[in-house]
Nanobody
Framework: QVQLVESGGGLVQTGGSLRLSCAAS????????MGWFRQAPGKEREFVAY????????YYADSVKGRFTISRDNAKNTLYLQMNSLKPEDTAVYYC??????????????????WGQGTQVTVSS
């Protein structure tokens, strides 16, 4: 069993930055692909980024490419999402998730089996 706890969300102005963290319990973290998703009110949960087990490979949604950076520290069992140049359309609840084994590409929620409770990010215009 894995437990995930996100933190770092908040209210920021357009063009600002936030850094989200996702602390994971259990020994599964370092052996799994990890991802970030987001969900705005009235919309489906959408893929943001994922990172492979040792951080060698990353992949981003087109909407965040060049502005967001996903990273991980396996020694600390922690996943990060650095978000720069934030826009109002980035407003959503952000979730981290643990990827299922051998489900590449990790672009949809069904490829993940453990989820955090989410952290709210609000970008004001």
């Amino acid at each position: 069993q894995v437990q995930l706890v996100e933190s770092g969300g908040g209210l920021v102005q357009t063009g600002g930055s936030l850094r989200l963290s996702c602390a994971a319990s259990g020994r599964t973290f370092s052996s799994r692909t990890m991802g970030w998703f987001r969900q705005a009110p009235g919309k489906e949960r959408e893929f943001v980024a994922y990172i492979s087990e040792f951080g060698r490979n990353t992949y981003y949604a087109d909407s965040v490419k060049g502005r967001f950076t996903i990273s991980r520290d396996n020694a600390k069992n922690t996943l990060y999402l650095q978000m720069n140049s934030l826009k109002p359309e980035d407003t959503a609840v952000y979730y981290c998730a643990v990827g299922k084994l051998f489900r590449s590409p990790y672009l949809s929620p069904d490829k993940y089996d453990y989820w955090g409770q989410g952290t709210q990010v609000t970008v004001s215009s």
